[in-house]
Nanobody, 126 residues
């Protein structure tokens, strides 16, 4: 089993920054891909960014140039640095981990992630 705990959400003004963290515990050696998803009220959950167990990352077009995903395997922690936030980024952000595939795997389908955190809310408003 893997446990994921997110932190770092909050209220921020447009143009501001937040850094989300996701601490993993449990059978962490089994984790390959990890990702950040978000879900706004009334909308479907969407992939924001994902990272392999190596150095490859993916970011959805709407956050490219503003959000950066990174992974510190020594600390068993996944990060999402979010800059230049807009009201459209308001959502609950979820960390996800997958034991499928291998070190180079990255997934877009949320069904490929077996483990999920409880979510952290991000509100961008003036």
């Amino acid at each position: 089993q893997v446990q994921l705990v997110e932190s770092g959400g909050g209220l921020v003004q447009p143009g501001g920054s937040l850094r989300l963290s996701c601490a993993a515990s449990g059978i962490i050696f089994s984790i390959n891909a990890m990702g950040w998803y978000r879900q706004a009220p009334g909308k479907q959950r969407e992939l924001v960014a994902a990272a392999t167990n190596g150095s490859s990352t993916y970011s959805t077009d709407s956050v490219k140039g503003r959000f950066t995903i990174s992974r510190d395997n020594a600390k068993n922690t996944l990060y999402l640095q979010m800059n230049n936030l807009t009201p459209e980024d308001t959502a609950t952000y979820y960390c996800a981990a997958s034991t499928f595939g291998g070190a180079g795997s990255i997934y877009f389908d949320p069904r490929r992630y077996e483990y999920w955190g409880q979510g952290t809310e991000v509100t961008v408003s003036s």
